[in-house]
């Protein structure tokens, strides 16, 4: 197994894939643009203990995470919270991301894997249609299978030739733009829940988070669906300030504008020498932006097609169970969560606040986590409850008419991935995709902003 394996991009999903490859023998390099020791983020993580086994890595030290506590949900008239209601099989970690960059490391450099840190990745070395290296600032490196781990933006996806089906760059409205700082805690401030999450804060498009860590400080995120600056986060800061004042304004940590993906799973995530995984190929939960997980799983599953590929020919071919199982067991229930989101998009404050008061939406739909997978395993009710909600929805025509319209939606998409092809013949292929794709590109047609 001589065969050489580069890797673009040292995030969750390059360097859990890297690892297992490693140990099974490849020689994999991974190509990482920040320098050594300040990768990611200075923020916490949140996410399922389970996905450290489906990337066949051991969990963490004890003193690195603990369990992350149920979260408040608010619609715009904040008159009726919500707190969620995880269940105890599905309860998640809460992680520095530094520790969890520090324990995949440790782990990576265990099995061998080469780092090649600072060195920006500027796009694929193509030959014909197959993807045999990558251009670095550092210069130019071949190998046999390209990893494309790079994240939302990744160059190595976006300059892909068109005869590889890969779309190049996620659409208007599926990406969040998110601003993410934690700030001082006035001394003396209790709040009246840990984790407060704001859906259409002030009656606008986006989502806000305030949550505590004891006497510490206070963890804003602020989402919206365009890129915004300092003077909207501003501005949106201190209208969370007056409702939650345990939000100091002394800025400690974080600070940063980023993207996070939330759209349904890349329509082909692999072509001749190339694979995505992570952002890179959509892999967030549409609604919440949750992606270690799925990442993390779905390095597990990328490292089984290419143990199975007995002649290494790394192909499209070879490679497409990886894209077949990610969607059989994951991308499938992302796509349908993605018709939620885009429905999202159009539900006025007033339907929200009229949902959160009328008990449509529960302390069990909100249980979303990284392990929620598709909406079935959300909308778990007694059928008392299922009744009272159509009724309340039936009081709302408006609001009743994008229920249907969503549950028409995700009937439609489920049909069209148990259509996906079962073997990578490019014709089927190319066929498949463009009906996936044409389908959420009419429902972004539909957002009305
Ligand atoms: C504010 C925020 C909060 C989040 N919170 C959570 C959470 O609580 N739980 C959760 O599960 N998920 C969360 N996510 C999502 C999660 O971070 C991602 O889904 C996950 O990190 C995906 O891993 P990845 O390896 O695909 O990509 P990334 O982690 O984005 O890694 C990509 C890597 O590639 C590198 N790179 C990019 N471009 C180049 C280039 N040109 N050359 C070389 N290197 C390059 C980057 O530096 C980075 O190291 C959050 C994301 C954000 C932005």
Known sequence: MSKKILVAGGGHGGIAAAALLSKVGYDVTVFERAEEG??????????????????????????????????????????????????????????????IYDHLIEHANKHKVKFEYACEVKGPIMAGNRVVGLKTAKGNFYGDLIIDAAGVNSPVRAKLPAACQIESMPAKFEVLYAYRAFYDKPQGV????????????????????????????????????????????????????EVNPWLGKNLLRGGQFVQIPIRQPLAVMVCD???????????????????????????????????????????????WPYQARYFKEIGAGLAQIACLKNMLFNVTPQELDYCFEEGILTARDLALGSDSINLSALFRMSPTKAKHRLKALKNNPPLFKKVLGLAANMAKVTLITAQMPKRRESFKVAKWSNKYRKFYFDLLREIDM
Do not use: C, H
Not at 290 to 313: C, H, P, R, V, W
């Open 273 to 319: 020498g190339y694979a995505a995984i992570g952002d890179s190929a959509f892999m967030t939960i549409p609604i919440i932006g949750s992606g270690i997980a799925n990442t993390f799983k779905a390095a597990g599953f990328l490292t089984q097609t290419i143990l199975e590929d007995s002649a290494e020919a790394f192909s499209a071919d070879s490679l």
């Open 38 to 99: 300040k990768l990611g983020y200075d923020w916490t993580d949140i996410f399922s203990p389970r996905a450290w086994a489906a990337a066949g890595i051991g969990m963490p030290p004890q003193e690195t995470f603990e369990i992350k506590e149920d979260m408040t949900f608010y619609s715009p008239n904040l008159r009726i919270p919500i707190r969620q209601n995880i269940p105890e099989d599905e309860l998640e970690i809460k992680m520095e991301r530094t520790d």
């Open 190 to 241: 209790k709040e009246d829940a840990k984790y407060k999450v704001f859906l259409l804060p002030r009656g606008e498009k986006g989502v806000a988070w305030v949550a505590t860590e004891g006497d510490d400080y206070s963890d804003l995120l602020i989402g919206k669906f365009e890129p915004f600056g300092e003077d909207e986060v501003e501005s949106l800061a201190d209208y969370l300030r």
